[in-house]
């Protein structure tokens, strides 16, 4: 591709050149600006991190380490990652299902495969089982070599792919720019929606041709980041143009636009740009074998492995939303057993159990919470409510109103933990206003918007949630704590810059807290599975030692199967004096870190397995 990409550049230039019969410097000049317009009409982002922040991850990882992990972070990976559900079909029926898809859209694929030669000095990866995948890179879906992962399919993408705009000396594309998160979807997939269009050139009519570029966050004079853009503004390819040499080297793709300008900006949604030619190509699973496959990033299957859950079990996820790793495990379990699903969001929660009914999964059971809050403590009795710990309902302390539905549609639920006054609040109705003497001016507004609004997160018509006020310690047998983080392991990634030294150890402290709950829960002679989707050092090896400190009936525990790398050892001093201990030599191969450089290709990822021996009082 990138070298019909050059003949297609060469002879343009030559025409070109013969039509003008140019003289030696008019030649030379039209070869600058040939250039200039091919670099500048292409894809090639450069990562921008806070400098200290910067300096931080180069003291962990070297400084060519960092910079190709930075380049990684701007690209997707080269393949979809899908998981078998293996309730309702197997990796074969789904291949057989998916070629045929493939086959009648047209689909091809022409990117090198999934690489795991580079983890083969790994105990727990058979030398045969990697030849036995590498042989298999020539097919566009394969099925994993793995041992025990057997359903997981991999479809191949391709990219990146050099792309003709159309650029003429002095006559530049017609161009959308879109929003840097818009874009991060298109290079995942995705088409080009209204919503995500910031600026777009003049007399764009419906059906045109146009080339879709990024607007990346700037830095602003005060410190903090921007755009600097307002939405509608015209471009017209021309260095007076607002973004326009901070676009260089930012074009995602080519497309049919399927409204005029004054369409794009006057709609509040659709599809805008049908992305018809992209940098990076990877096929589309929507609305594909519904209930039949899960489009799962491999390190979060292997995370859910690492837990080893079994059947019968009680088995809690602590952050669940939006259910991909609930719904993995109780696939292992074979539906049999007892999966908690818990999220402090109502909507994500109401996700997770339509993702769960999708799949035909019947043993997960949902619950809004949140995890600081995960361990209950149980005080005196309240003659509104009773605390409910026993078998049949999970150990929750909860109680319902007798007073049934709301008159929004919405059950009442009352909850008594050691906090009292804490009492939540997710379900308030238009009842709530009764219980005072005069109705407020705030009340009415709240009233007016939610009218105006219709139903929003707390009044959800689309499903029920529970409430929970936490769990009995030592009531799971195992318990995986997927931890909110930086995320800064996630790709495609074109801006970093909004993460500081300060936020990275807010979000450690933050780990700690909901870490110190999950120890709780889980029964001596458990498993306690802690991951994150981060490349922050501070956010995993710095937690594997706060837990080994913390608790010394904590032990790392082998995790099976085992493709990811090492772990950091040693430790960081910060110009502050702060001292950030990472793992101590021989922790390392006991942890799994998932480079987003590697040849496996995945997203940045870390995974911890502790054992749980016998506990002292907590």
């Known amino acids: 591709m990138k070298k019909k990409g050059r003949n297609l550049l060469a002879a343009f230039r030559q025409t070109f050149l013969t039509l003008q019969n140019m003289t030696p410097q008019a030649e030379a000049e039209a070869e600058i600006q040939l250039n200039a317009a091919s670099a500048r009409y292409s894809y090639n982002p450069i990562l921008r991190w806070n400098p200290q922040v910067e300096d931080y991850f180069i003291k962990a990882y070297g400084s060519l380490h960092f910079a190709q992990i930075s380049k990684a972070l701007t690209r997707p990976s080269c393949y979809s990652c899908i998981r078998v559900n293996t309730l309702k079909s197997t990796s074969d029926a789904v291949i ?39 042989s298999l890179q020539n097919e566009s879906i394969t099925k994993c070599q793995i041992p025990g992962l057997e359903y997981v399919v991999f479809v191949k993408g391709s990219g990146p792919h050099e792309i003709d705009y159309g650029y003429l000396p002095d006559k530049p594309p017609k161009e959308v720019l879109v929003s840097r998160k818009c874009a991060e979807a298109v290079l995942r997939g995705a088409q080009v929606y209204v919503p995500g269009i910031m600026a777009c050139s003049s007399h764009v009519e419906e059906g045109d041709l146009v080339a879709v570029s990024v607007a990346v966050e700037q830095p602003f004079p005060d410190g903090g ?32 636009t399927m409204l005029s300008r004054a369409g794009i900006f006057r709609a509040s949604q659709g599809i805008a740009v049908d992305m018809n030619n992209r940098v990076f190509k990877l096929p589309s699973f929507y609305d594909v074998l519904e209930g039949e496959i899960f489009l799962q990033n491999l390190p979060s299957i292997i995370a859910a492995h690492a837990l080893d859950p079994q059947k019968g079990e009680r088995i809690l996820d602590m952050c669940a939303a939006p259910g991909g790793k609930t719904t993995a495990i109780a696939i292992l379990m074979k539906d049999e057993g007892e999966v908690i699903a818990a999220d402090r969001s109502h909507n994500k929660v109401i996700d997770i159990q339509k993702l769960a009914a999708e799949l035909g999964l019947t043993c997960i059971t949902t619950y809004k919470l949140d995890a600081l809050k995960a361990v209950s403590k149980r005080n005196g009795s309240s003659d509104m409510t009773t605390l409910c710990c026993n078998k049949d309902n999970n150990d929750v302390v909860n109680q319902r109103s007798d007073s049934g539905p709301l008159g929004n549609g919405v059950s009442s639920t009352t909850f008594v933990g050691s906090n009292a006054d804490t009492t939540f609040k997710e379900n308030v109705s238009n009842e709530k ?32 949630v529970e409430n929970s006020k936490g769990f009995l310690p030592n009531s799971f047998d195992r318990v995986l704590l997927d931890a909110p983080c930086s995320a800064l392991g996630l790709r495609p990634r074109l801006f970093a810059g909004e993460e500081t030294i300060e936020s990275l150890r807010n979000h450690g402290k933050y780990q700690r807290r909901m870490f110190d709950q999950a120890v709780q829960l889980v029964r001596p002679g458990g498993v306690l599975v802690y991951s994150t989707c981060t490349i922050n050092p501070g956010e995993n090896e710095a937690l594997v030692r706060y837990a080994l400190d913390t608790y010394k009936f904590l032990s790392l525990a082998p995790q099976h199967p085992r493709i990811g790398g090492a772990g950091l050892v040693g430790r960081c001093e910060f110009p502050d004096g702060y001292v950030e201990e990472w793992l101590r030599p021989g922790e390392e191969e006991l942890v799994q870190r998932f480079d987003p450089s590697s040849q496996l290709d995945t997203i940045g990822f870390f995974i911890a397995k502790f054992a749980v021996g016998p506990k002292d009082d907590i």
Do not use: C
Request: hydrophobic share 25%.
């Open 96 to 134: 057989e299902k998916l070629q045929e898809i493939m086959r009648k859209s047209g689909s091809q694929n022409d990117v090198v495969g999934i690489n795991l030669k580079e983890n083969k000095a790994s105990n727990d990866i058979d030398l045969d089982m990697v030849e036995k995948q590498s």
């Open 225 to 256: 980041w921007g755009l600097g853009i307002t939405r509608g503004t015209v471009l017209q390819g021309l260095p007076t143009d607002p973004y326009h040499f901070e676009r260089h080297g930012l074009y995602i793709g080519q497309g049919t």
């Open 433 to 464: 206003a009764n219980e005072r003497t005069y109705t407020s001016k705030a009340d009415i507004r709240k009233n007016t918007r939610r009218m105006r609004n219709g139903p929003g997160r707390n009044q959800s018509l689309g499903g029920r």
